[in-house]
């Protein structure tokens, strides 16, 4: 299976202020057609997650454009250009390259 | 709108099977694939498989091969999930989504299912 890293674990940010997220996989996410599906998902408390970014970086509809996904092969880098009270949870990166999918620990979002 | 609404939640003895139901509207339940995904109490998410609503074909992780069965009702647009054999390492809440990490993306509510004696 396709492991997931994400660092870091835990990401404390003073409000207005940008944070990243890492993501690395074991093995390269670039598929047989050429695509690459490494996909960011948001999740708030008591709720299902909330997909934000799509194949590295194609942002879903209705997600902010302060969120911005980047990367190739096995490193990817969620950005928040300037975090907001409502962009705290755990935030997961997923692969749906290989069976089976994968995601990524999770990434806890604070604010300081 | 475009909705997945999803059973409630269920209390199982060890050993005993649950189904979790998943119905779709607002949209051609056939034309988009379904997939499972859980979440023990505090942990990440975990990826269990699909069902081609159309076909009725499926593919699982193989960590699930053998307990799990996806099945599809396409007359009333609805999804099964069942797990059996059930443990307390499958205590979580299970998840339809549809077509994952796509711009057809759509979640259920999600599931609670707790294993106990």
């Known amino acids: 299976d396709v492991v997931m890293t994400q660092t870091p674990l835990s990401s404390p940010v003073t409000l207005g202020q940008p944070a990243s997220i890492s993501c690395r996989s074991s093995?390269?996410?670039?598929?047989?057609?050429?695509?690459?599906?490494l996909s960011w998902f948001q999740q708030r408390p008591g709720q299902p997650p909330r997909l934000l970014i799509y194949?590295?970086?194609n942002r879903f509809s209705g997600v902010p454009d302060r969120f911005s996904g980047s990367g190739a092969g096995t490193d990817f880098t969620l950005k928040i250009s300037r975090v907001e009270v409502e962009d705290v949870g755990v935030y997961y990166c997923?692969?749906?390259?290989?069976?089976?999918?994968?995601f990524g620990q999770g990434t806890k979002l604070e604010i300081k | 709108q475009v909705q997945l609404v999803q059973s409630g939640a269920e209390l199982k003895k060890p050993g005993a099977s649950v189904k979790v139901s998943c119905k779709a509207s607002?949209?051609?339940?056939?034309?988009?694939?379904m997939h499972w995904v859980r979440q023990a109490p505090g942990q990440g998410l975990e990826w269990m498989g699909w069902?081609?609503?159309?076909?009725?074909?499926?593919n699982y992780a193989q960590k699930f091969q053998g307990r799990v069965a996806m099945t599809r009702d396409t007359s009333i647009s609805t999804a099964y999930m069942e797990l059996s054999r059930l443990t307390s390492d499958d205590t979580a809440v299970y998840y339809c989504?549809?077509?994952?990490?796509?711009?057809?993306?759509?979640w259920g509510q999600g599931t609670t299912v707790t294993v106990s004696s």
């Open positions: 093995e390269s996410l670039v598929h047989s057609d050429g695509n690459t599906y």
């Open positions: 989504a549809r077509k994952p990490s796509t711009i057809s993306d759509v």
């Open positions: 069902i081609n609503p159309n076909s009725g074909g499926t």
């Open positions: 997923m692969q749906a390259t290989q069976f089976p999918y994968t």
């Open positions: 607002g949209y051609t339940f056939t034309g988009y694939y």
């Open positions: 194949k590295i970086s």
